[in-house]
């Protein structure tokens, strides 16, 4: 169960939830107690006082990849864990912000899953969507509302149930109030009239006492020190009807009028009877499973990778874009939003695709935008997206892919329950939670898209049919997705094997959906981020994967066929289609061999995948006056048939003496610094840029550099008015 304790600042909550917290371990529950407030002192009584590191420190000084729970949480009374999600610098930040940070830390570590009972300890001064988040994502089954008589702190009540009735309007989510008295005039009457007038019971009635004082100053809760006392054994009966399955209530705030007229000492109008405690008629429901979204951190673990560019706002629609039948629903100001169309549909990006350079990006039919603005990160922003959504629904779209930026991330909009409501017309909604730059960078919102859309828009009820494969993750930017793809699919159809879903490459909905009607996948290439997705696929639905990535160049590609040919029983077909490549790459062989005559070729390469180039160099009778190589053999598994005769020892040193003795025409090399201590006078070939794959990425590469030897390195074109115009025209 989860608990959400909400009061007023000061009205002593924090020492009601500690206490609460200590009964619920003292009848044997395993209790987490998360302190949402940021002058963190929530769990001060469990842990006894010592110093706590609070989750937004943490994360503020800690690299992404070293952060652990548990250097966040404390073990207090009982075997209590104590959390404390703190806040900004006072005057400085969103510090609802902060505890909607501090929630996808939690959940990005499952924290919540270790515990039986959940105390949230919640400011209910500011109902704000960060400190709404236990209710708001529904994480708390029950609330509590602890008030005194005194007006603020009724005040703060009733405006934590209009924040509760606005989040879930039709829901029963309240225990009830309770009391803690602060000895100020006619109080338990003003507290019992507003428990009637909202229609809710008081649970408990802590009475005014010095023992609290006394328990706090050894900086303990009353439960643990003097757990015979009067009050402690309040907590206790409290901690007895949670565990109970106490009756949930809807919020009935009063209305502005209402609660002026009670203020005064008016009867408001919507007050009856007095609520009595009943017997169990709601049943708590179960611990919901986190929405969607919320566990984003998790999803954007770091891996090596290009630096930073663009936010993961513009990653996640850059690749939503990828669904030919989906529409992508930006919740995000205009500005974001121009941002990442300009993205896909600059001039200049088209120029690039009109090139070759580019691999298109399909502008789906529908793109819709929220076009909230700074205010909506004041009140929220989910009416806008509701909207439009709708309107989407009503012309007939079925796939929407919601992408959030930075504003609803502040403001904490959550479409979860929009997404459930589209489901009623029909309508799929993937949300990816991007939040702008709280996922991270441009990949990492580009991996919350993959991950999300693999977790949720695959069907685990298909089963597989015979000839037909997957391929995963192709590269979305590239010059050589489009050819590679071709290449494959016309290998595969002359076996008789069709692709099945390329995800998430230019693709439909529905095939997507299909995924697993493929008996195999492929994964187009194979990083760290690919390397989740194929978990992803083979841990949640069983998918099969063949090894490694797509294959590079003859002998590769040939293996690969033959493999691909026994698992699907198709051996003959394979080999008739490695015969006709082969006689294409003799006279690829034959006409290249020319364009390297008298050529002095050196490789300086690291422990990447790289037998294609020595088996290329062999076939070619490239004169390698050097090969150093870089890096540990042992690194990674590579079929190592190709190759020459050197160890792996290799340094930029080594390099630039090779160059100053052996003077080559042509350095092949897949180290990006290394290129900057190659003279200008000779050529280089970067293999980290786009090489394709199959049968011929090899000669392809080859034919490309041989051309680099017809240019002059004095730049002919300048001086050549007839280069000049040419290329300027
Ligand atoms: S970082 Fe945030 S504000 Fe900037 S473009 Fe991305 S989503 Fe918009």
Not at 197 to 202: G, Y
């Amino acid at each position: 169960m989860q608990i959400a304790v909400y009061g007023k600042g000061g009205i002593g909550k924090s020492t009601m939830s500690a206490n609460l917290s200590a009964a619920l371990a003292a009848c044997g529950s395993k209790v987490l107690q998360i302190g949402c407030d940021p002058k963190h002192d929530s769990t001060r009584l469990l842990h006894h006082g010592r110093k706590v590191v609070t989750i937004l420190d943490y994360l503020l000084n800690t690299p992404e990849d070293e952060q652990k729970l548990d250097d966040v949480l404390m073990t207090g009374f009982l075997d209590t864990g104590c959390v404390e999600a703190g806040g900004p610098r006072p005057g400085m930040g969103c510090a609802g912000r902060g505890i909607l940070t501090a929630f996808d830390f939690l959940n990005q570590f499952h924290a919540m899953e270790h515990y039986d009972q959940i105390v949230y300890d919640v400011l209910g001064d500011v109902v704000c969507g960060g400190f709404a988040v236990p209710v708001r994502r529904q994480y708390a089954n029950a609330v509590f509302l602890v008030t005194s008589g005194e007006s603020m702190a009724i005040y703060a009540a009733n405006n934590i149930l209009c924040g509760i009735k606005n989040l879930n309007p039709n829901g029963s989510q309240i225990a009830g109030i309770i009391y803690n008295s602060r000895g100020v005039g006619d109080e338990s009457k003003r507290v019992e009239d507003f428990a009637q007038a909202v229609h809710l019971p008081i649970l408990a009635r802590i009475p005014r006492s010095s023992s609290f004082a006394q328990a706090e100053k050894e900086a303990m809760t009353l439960v643990e020190k003097d757990p015979d006392s009067t009050e402690a054994k309040i907590f206790l009966e409290l901690a007895g009807k949670l565990l109970n399955q106490p009756r949930l209530y809807p919020a009935q705030p009063l209305s502005e009028e209402q609660m002026e007229l009670f203020m005064r000492g008016d009867t408001p109008s919507q007050a009856t009877a007095p609520v009595q405690e009943k017997k169990p008629a709601v049943v708590i429901p179960p611990t919901p499973a986190a929405p969607s979204g919320t566990k984003k951190r998790a999803l954007s673990d770091p891996f090596s990778r290009v630096p930073l560019y663009g936010c993961a706002y513009r990653g996640a629609v850059d690749l939503a874009i990828h669904i030919k039948d989906a529409a992508v629903l930006g919740h995000a100001p205009k500005s974001c939003t121009w941002y990442a169309i300009n993205g896909f549909s600059s001039y200049a990006r088209r120029g690039l695709y009109e090139r070759g350079i580019l691999y298109p990006a399909f502008v789906p039919r529908q793109f819709e935008n929220t076009d909230i603005t700074v205010n909506d990160a004041v009140y929220g922003g989910i009416d806008h997206a509701r909207q439009k959504a709708l309107e989407m629904a009503a012309r007939g779209i079925r796939n929407i892919i919601a992408v959030t930026a930075c504003i609803p991330g502040l403001s904490g909009d959550d479409l979860v329950p929009l997404q459930k409501e589209l489901k009623t017309l029909g309508v799929n909604m993937y949300i990816i939670h991007t939040d702008g730059i709280e996922a991270g960078d441009y990949n990492d919102g580009m991996a919350l898209c993959y991950k999300t859309l693999a977790l949720e828009a695959v069907d685990s009820d298909v089963t597989p049919e015979p000839d037909c494969i997957n391929i995963v993750y192709e590269p979305t930017i590239s010059s050589q997705t489009d050819k590679n793809f071709m290449d494959l699919q016309d290998m595969l159809e002359k076996m008789g094997i069709r692709i099945n879903c390329r995800f998430l490459c230019a693709e439909f909905m529905e095939n997507i959906r299909q995924f697993k009607k493929a008996p195999y996948s492929i994964m187009a290439r194979y990083d760290e981020l690919g390397h989740q997705l194929q978990n992803i696929f083979e841990e949640k639905y069983g998918c099969k994967f063949l090894d490694g990535e797509l294959p590079r160049g003859f002998s590769e590609t040939a293996d690969w066929l033959r493999m691909v040919g026994r698992l699907y029983g198709k051996t003959a077909e394979a080999e008739q289609v490695i015969a006709e490549k082969q006689l294409q790459y003799r006279n690829q062989i034959d006409a290249l061999k020319p364009l390297y005559k008298n050529k002095k070729v050196l490789f300086f390469l690291n422990n990447k995948i790289i037998d294609w180039i020595f088996e290329l160099s062999r076939d070619l009778d490239w004169n390698v006056v050097d090969s150093i190589l870089i890096g540990s053999k042992e690194d990674r598994t590579i079929d190592w048939r190709h190759q020459f005769s050197k160890d792996w020892d290799g340094n930029l040193e080594s390099l630039k003496k090779s160059i100053a003795e052996k003077k080559p025409d042509l350095i092949i090399l897949n180290h990006s610094i290394a290129q900057a201590c190659i003279p200008a006078d000779i050529f280089t070939a970067n293999l980290s840029r786009d090489v394709g794959s199959g049968f011929f990425a090899g000669t392809e590469c080859a034919l490309r550099w041989s051309q680099l030897f017809e240019n002059s390195l004095e730049g002919r074109w300048k001086h050549d008015k007839s280069i000049f115009e040419k290329l300027c025209r």
